[in-house]
C-alpha cells in the first residue's frame, strides 16, 4: 500500500512524512472498509505501527515544546507565587519520548522499521505461544527450507509463462494461494519480479518480468 502511494506521487520516497504516511494509511483502510473489502492481517499490522509511530513523533514533539519553555521558565520560577509551585510538576517524567521516533524518514527505511517492528510481532506472538503449550500451523511459521523450495517452484512457473509482458497472480494454479502470494512478494522484495495492482483489495495482483530472474 505504501509503494502504492509512492507511485501516485502522494509521498515523497526520499523525504518520508510519517505522520502523512499513517493518516493516508489509515484513509485508503477505511475506504477498503466502505468497499466491504478484505483488509490483509499485515496491512493492519503495518497501521497500527505507523498509529504507534505517529504518537511517539508527537509525543517528542510535545516533549521538546514543553522542554523549551521550561528551560525558558526555570529562572521565573522564584517570582510564582508558593501555592502556584505546589501544583506545578517540574519533575515530569518525559519517558514516553525516549525512543526518539523521526517523523522525516526515506521510504526504504521507513520500510525496515516496519519489518522490524513486524518481527518483533511474531516473536512475541511466539514465545506467548510456547508459553501456552500451543503448537503452530505449517501456515503460521513455515520451515524455512520447505519455504524456500516453494518459492522455487513458483519462481519456475513465473519464468516459463512470462513469455508475456505480465502475468495474473491466479494464473499461477500449481501452488495454493497462500504460498503463492506469499512467494511472489518474496520474490518481488529480492527484486526477480515487479507487483502492479491497479486498485487496492480490488483488481488482481499483476506480475512483471524483470531480468535478474
Request: hydrophobic share 40%.
Amino acid at each position: 500500500m505504501i509503494y502504492d502511494l509512492v507511485k501516485r506521487g502522494e509521498i515523497n520516497p526520499l523525504n518520508v512524512d510519517v505522520i502523512d504516511v499513517a493518516d493516508k494509511f489509515l484513509k485508503e483502510i477505511e475506504k477498503a472498509r466502505e468497499l466491504d473489502l478484505r483488509i490483509p492481517a499485515r496491512v493492519l499490522l503495518y497501521a497500527s505501527i505507523l498509529i504507534r509511530m505517529k504518537s511517539e513523533i508527537i509525543a517528542n514533539e510535545i516533549f521538546e515544546q514543553l522542554k523549551e519553555k521550561d528551560d525558558k521558565e526555570d529562572s521565573e520560577k522564584e517570582y510564582m507565587p508558593e501555592f502556584l509551585i505546589e501544583d506545578v510538576d517540574f519533575n515530569v517524567d518525559f519517558s514516553i519520548a525516549r525512543k526518539r521516533a523521526r517523523r522525516f524518514t526515506t521510504l526504504e527505511d521507513l520500510i525496515r522499521e516496519l519489518r522490524a517492528a513486524e518481527e518483533v510481532q511474531r516473536r512475541r506472538k511466539e514465545k506467548k505461544r510456547k508459553e501456552r503449550g500451543e503448537i503452530p500451523t505449517p501456515f503460521e511459521i513455515p520451515h524455512e527450507e520447505d519455504f524456500e523450495r516453494v518459492i522455487e517452484i513458483v519462481k519456475e512457473k513465473i519464468f516459463k509463462k512470462l513469455r508475456k509482458k505480465t502475468l495474473k497472480l491466479s494464473e499461477i494454479e500449481e501452488v495454493d494461494l497462500i504460498s503463492r502470494y506469499l512467494s511472489v512478494l518474496h520474490l518481488a522484495y529480492r527484486g526477480y519480479i515487479e507487483l502492479k495492482q491497479e486498485k487496492i483489495f480490488e483488481s488482481e495482483i499483476e506480475i512483471e518480468f524483470v531480468t535478474k530472474i
